[in-house]
């Protein structure tokens, strides 16, 4: 296996956390330089054809891209600690939980950073300022959801840790570059973050 | 069980589909009028609290909710016809290319719709016409990368009919509304969804 990783981005600081729970350190990883285009290459598109980073690439030569389908695999293969859900029913509830914290709040978030900050103007096709304010709005307005969430239960499915807390965390990691992070109005956001930044998955580097 | 929906939405028929494909027409439905804000009443947002449908109330009274999250529950319960792998590595190329499809193709023009049909005004907190034409761009751009997959391939994710062509027929169908559809420019798109009509997922009306 091979693992095409990026600095800094989101996603593939998902698969990483999402690795580092597992205690798994041992996948060769290449790490694409994207502002210079590395993941538009023909070369690549080969391997990732929406030139998409994370990609991992198997032992039989297929790849494997979106950062969620890289963590159902890769909790096949390495099952403990399960992360995604044991049964139907418990992957169906971890599944809801993460797609709340992806689609309302880590890609919101996202979507600010990718369409607000100018340094991303080289990544991004086409940067609009309304898009950018369209989505901190959500972002901002389901941090406060979540932080009632949290006042009663430790992470964010509920008693135990999961992949939706990596989801929100590596969405939420990235906003710091518009200054963005949990602060007073939003302490049990705040509470959880520094809880998270005690496990494996807190040790993993930008 | 009992399944809250709501008419013309994408993300109920989303289910609605995969209930069809499954065979299953016993679960009883209750249909939210969003226009009239069923979905944002104390009532609903006990069970729905991000005011969201589809949500399936289950019997000992706990609500899932996110379609893709109950298309899991679904498929434990009703495993066939498998729409969603039938082990960790299926499933996780089939969530690859169900992901590929809603994150870049159907939610695009779900959100192109929302903020750019006048009708859905009243149901949208915030249109913007900027949001609009940046995921129209982005959907079209899909429609035709799509349009090359299925050039080779009968199905989304390749030989085999799976939850990826649902949700990918579920946010083409919304753009109806938006008076868009594959034509001549996409044939294999537009034969793709032929073949989908024949199916049972293609008896599910609006």
């Not at 989101?10 to 060769?28: C, H, Q, T, Y």
């Not at 030139?51 to 969620?68: A, F, H, I, K, M």
């Not at 499915?157 to 570059?177: L, N, P, Q, V, Y």
């Amino acid at each position: 296996m091979k693992l095409y990783m990026a600095p800094y981005a989101p996603n593939p600081r998902r698969v990483a956390m999402f690795l580092a729970e597992k205690g798994v350190s041992d996948i060769p990883i290449e790490v694409l330089d994207l502002p210079a285009g590395a993941h538009r290459t023909a070369e690549f598109r080969a391997k990732s054809p929406l030139s998409q980073v994370p990609t991992l690439e198997l032992d039989n030569g297929t790849c494997l891209t979106e950062s969620r389908a890289i963590c159902t695999y890769l909790e096949g293969l390495y099952p403990e600690p399960n992360l995604m859900g044991r049964d139907a029913t418990e992957r169906a509830f971890l599944e809801m939980w993460d797609r709340r914290v992806e689609l309302a709040f880590a890609m919101p978030l996202m979507m600010w950073v990718r369409h607000g900050h100018p340094g991303l103007a080289a990544i991004e096709t086409r940067q609009s300022a309304d898009v950018a304010s369209f989505y901190e709005g959500g972002a901002k307005r389901m941090a406060v959801w979540l932080d009632q969430q949290l006042a009663g239960q430790p992470w964010i499915a509920g008693e135990r840790f999961s992949i939706a807390d990596i989801t929100a965390a590596a969405g939420m990691d990235f906003a710091k570059m518009m200054k963005w992070r949990p602060e007073e109005n939003t302490p049990h956001l705040k509470a959880w973050r520094e809880r998270l930044a005690a496990r494996p998955a807190g040790q993993v580097g930008p």
